[in-house]
């Protein structure tokens, strides 16, 4: 198995380190970074790191993520936010995954860097939703084989909800699975507007999304969610 990480980047100087430094301790094939045009050092950062290759193209996670995918020579992409550690033992999960020719892409089980009662209390629905349905979304590191993720067209060029239909699309030739290390999230979005309006605005716009509301649309709602998350 070669693994190609990509990571799509905007202004991410402050929680890159910590998860490039992690990542370099994990097996991998090659670490793909991908900028969107971020003007806070983050650029000059990624110059002076040996070990990603860095790219730079529109912003839009959608956009940034298949142009890393483009690039990738990996037979297995794994798909990382800029705010989130892998465990050092994600290879090894990944392998035995996917030594059922069945399984075509999967995901991580999540928690929070923060520690609190209410912040746990939100990993365990995450997570309970993710094993009760089979879905993901882009901050718990999904992966899928490359000739799984071609048979797709790649990520849809939308503001939100790019990751959630890039499951959809996949999960339609093959399983999916759950990996039970987490993924260690940064509860950032959710300490910025507060815990729980974070959590009802993140199921509004769920609801909106699955009730038939442009992606385009829900962004301008509920822009704030992701301005405030960079």
Known sequence: MRLSVIIPVLNERHSLPSMLGALATVDTHEVIV??????????????????A????????RGNQMNAGARMATGDVLLFL???????????AQLREALTDQ????????????????ALRLVAWGINR?????????GDQALFMRRSAYDLTGGFPSWPLFEDVEMVSRIKRQG???????????????????????TTL??????????????????KQWFADIRIQAH
Not at 38 to 44: A, I, L, P
Not at 129 to 137: K, S, V
Not at 175 to 197: C, D, E, H, M, Q
């Open 201 to 218: 605005m993140m199921y509004a716009l769920r609801l909106g999304y699955h009730a038939g509301i442009s992606p385009f649309k829900l």
């Open 53 to 60: 290759r860095v790219i730079e193209t529109q912003p839009g």
């Open 129 to 137: 939703r993710t094993l009760w349905t089979r879905t993901a979304t």
């Open 175 to 197: 399983r999916f699975v759950v990996l039970a290390k987490p993924v260690t999230i940064s509860a950032r979005r959710w300490t910025t507007l507060g815990v729980w309006r």
């Open 102 to 117: 069945k399984t075509v892409a999967g995901c991580f089980l999540v928690r929070f860097a923060e520690r609190s009662h």
């Open 34 to 51: 991908v900028d969107g045009g971020s003007t806070d050092g983050t650029q000059e950062y990624l110059r002076q790191q040996k070990h």
């Open 81 to 91: 936010h800029s705010d989130c550690v892998l465990p050092g033992t994600a290879p």
